[in-house]
Each structure stands twice: as C-alpha cells, then as structure tokens.
C-alpha cells in the first residue's frame, strides 16, 4: 500500500510525524526522550517538574483497572534545576533527529510556575508545556488551577511573561466549560492547548474495603478517557485558532485519525506506551498513515478538524 506522509507542521515546527510523546510516560531521562523520538514520536514531552524536589506519593501509585490505567504517581520530579540539566542533554541529542523537546512544569501557586518556567527554560525547549491541571495532589495544592478560568489565565500570564519560548497550557477534563478555559488561556497568552490531562478516578479493592491507590484518588487515562478527551479537544477547536495537542486514551492509529479529525493539530499518546511498549509511537504513526491511504486522507492535514464539517 501506497502511505501518505505523515508531514506536519505545529507552531512553525516541521514535524515527521504528529504523534507525540504525553508528560510523565517515560520522559524522565535524557536517554528515555531519545529513545521515544527513535522509536517514532515527532515530538517527545518530558515529565512534569517544579522548582522544588518531589518525591511523590507511596506505592501503590498506578493500577490497570481493565477499562485503562489509573494513577497517583504524585508529580515526583527531580526539581527544576537537575530537570534544566536533563532537558539540555535531551535537546542536544534530540536536535539531529528533528525532534522538538517540550518541557513540562508545574508549581503549587502562580509566581512558582513563572519560577519553574524561568529556570527550565534555560535549556531552550522547543515548547513549554504548563501543566495547571494535575488532579492527584489535591492534599497539597488544592483545586488543580485548570479549574477556573481566572486561575487559568492568572498562570499563563505569569508564565509568558517568566519565557520568550510558545507556551502551551494543559487543561482539565473535569470542569463544567472546557472551551471557555481554553479561550482564557489563549487570551492570556498562550501559544498553544494540550488537551487533556487525566480525568479523576477511584478504584476500591473489595476485600480490603479500601481505595486501592495510597492517594485514595487518582487520575484515568487510557482507553477510558478516549471518548471524553475527544468531546474536550471538539469544543476547545470551536473556539480557538491556536494548536491542539489533543491528548487521551489514544492506542490505535484510528484513535489518532480521530483526535485529528476532533479538531488536535498533534495527537499525545500516553497510556499506550504502557499497553503496547514504546514502539508504540512509531506503530500508532504506521496505523494512522494506513488508515489514511485505505480511506483516501492525502494528509494529517486534510483529516484536521474534519469532525466539524457538516459535510
Ligand atoms: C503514569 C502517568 C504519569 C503522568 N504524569 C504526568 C505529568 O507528570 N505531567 C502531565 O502533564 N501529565 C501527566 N500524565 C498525563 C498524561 O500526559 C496524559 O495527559 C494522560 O495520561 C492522557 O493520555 P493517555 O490516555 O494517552 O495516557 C501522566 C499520566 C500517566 C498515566
């Protein structure tokens, strides 16, 4: 079968591919990132990180409920300053391979996510990815600041103004108007939505009675979150202009046509690392470019948005 590329472009980035690698699967290491962008993924995010050490919560931290993963890994995190170090290393490996680097960061109030941002930025991202919308450290950081549109905007703010790279916000499933958020941010100075972080979730062990996560709650990814992250991503590309790194329970390359045809100008694939093992990224891309030639889609660019069309 004849494939048509997978060629596309994000924010003036020519990528090989739209699948991308989520935050927090693998992107711990330098040698982790290289290795996701070999095995196929045209952009690679790292794990989120603050501007302190964190260690995370106790085990157990994820579990495979059956239907996806849930998990309350707890944002552990080496701190922003060893993260600058490793992002440097990965954007010095990851540059020949014309793959971007996008940093992760986040913080408990607004001036440390502009003091997150500030210090990773130092090892020049390609794109940094504020995630304002963790649901498993609630204990600590209260209502995750994807929640509101006022919190929302007040960290974009502060974060475009702490870095001169694009920006992307990191948005939450669980609010009552996902689209006006996303208006808010972008309002605010955001280059770009990824779209969505996971839902929040419990699983409870019936012979012990007890939630099985030591978080008690935790968040749902996976093939669960699919149906969700789609209507997320659909009303989100009905209100803005900017890009959508359209994220969730992505495991097939039909779930990627789908994502791109919901509106995402990329496709974060998470989970399915998990499930299917690194040489996911590259697999998902193959199945996405024989959907496209068996159904006639000329390109990734073609299928963008195409859910929105009444014809
Ligand atoms: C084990 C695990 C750890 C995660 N850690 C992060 C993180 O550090 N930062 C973040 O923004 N998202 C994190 N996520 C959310 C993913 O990036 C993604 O938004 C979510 O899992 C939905 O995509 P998926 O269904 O393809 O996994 C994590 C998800 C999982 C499963």
């Known amino acids: 079968m004849n494939t048509p590329p997978l060629r596309c472009e994000f924010l003036g980035f020519e990528l090989h591919t739209?699948?991308?690698?989520?935050?927090?699967?693998?992107?711990?290491?330098?040698?982790?990132?290289?290795?996701?962008?070999?095995?196929?993924?045209?952009?690679?995010?790292?794990?989120?990180?603050?501007?302190?050490?964190?260690?995370?919560?106790?085990?157990?931290?994820?579990?495979?409920?059956?239907?996806?993963?849930?998990?309350?890994?707890?944002?552990?995190?080496?701190?922003?300053?060893?993260?600058?170090?490793?992002?440097?290393?990965?954007?010095?490996?990851?540059?020949?391979?014309?793959?971007?680097?996008?940093?992760s960061i986040f913080g408990g109030t607004v001036s440390e996510f502009g003091t997150a941002a500030q210090i990773v930025a130092a090892s020049e991202p390609d794109l940094l990815e504020v995630n304002i919308s963790c649901p498993n450290v609630g204990d600590e950081f209260g209502t995750p600041f994807a929640g509101a549109v006022e919190s929302a905007a007040a960290v974009t703010e502060a974060v475009r103004g702490a870095v001169s790279c694009p920006i992307s916000i990191k948005l939450a499933p669980n609010v009552p108007d996902i689209a006006?958020?996303?208006?808010?941010v972008v309002e605010a100075g955001a280059d770009a939505i990824t779209a969505i972080n996971t839902m929040p979730g419990m699983v409870i062990d019936?012979?012990?009675?007890?939630?099985?996560?030591?978080?008690?709650?935790?968040?749902?990814?996976?093939?669960?979150?699919?149906?969700?992250?789609?209507?997320?991503?659909?009303?989100?590309?009905?209100?803005?202009?900017?890009?959508?790194?359209?994220?969730?329970?992505?495991?097939?390359?039909?779930?990627?046509?789908e994502m791109l045809m919901a509106g995402a100008s990329v496709v974060g694939v998470g989970s399915a690392v998990y499930y299917r093992g690194v040489a996911a990224l590259g697999e998902i891309g193959q199945e996405l470019a024989e959907f496209m030639a068996c159904h006639q889609w000329p390109s990734v660019a073609a299928l963008r948005g195409r859910s929105h069309r009444e014809t």
Do not use: W
């Open 180 to 184: 006006r958020i996303a208006a808010a």
């Open 18 to 103: 739209p699948i991308v690698l989520a935050s927090g699967i693998i992107g711990t290491s330098a040698a982790l990132l290289v290795r996701a962008a070999q095995s196929g993924a045209g952009m690679v995010t790292a794990k989120s990180c603050g501007p302190r050490p964190r260690v995370g919560h106790p085990n157990p931290v994820a579990f495979d409920f059956g239907g996806g993963l849930i998990n309350a890994i707890g944002l552990t995190n080496p701190g922003a300053k060893a993260e600058a170090a490793l992002l440097a290393e990965a954007k010095a490996q990851l540059a020949p391979l014309g793959v971007p680097l996008i940093a």
């Open 206 to 257: 019936p012979v012990s009675s007890r939630p099985l996560l030591y978080n008690r709650v935790g968040g749902i990814s996976g093939p669960a979150l699919k149906p969700i992250a789609l209507r997320c991503v659909y009303e989100i590309a009905q209100v803005v202009s900017v890009p959508i790194i359209g994220t969730g329970g992505v495991s097939t390359g039909q779930d990627a046509a």
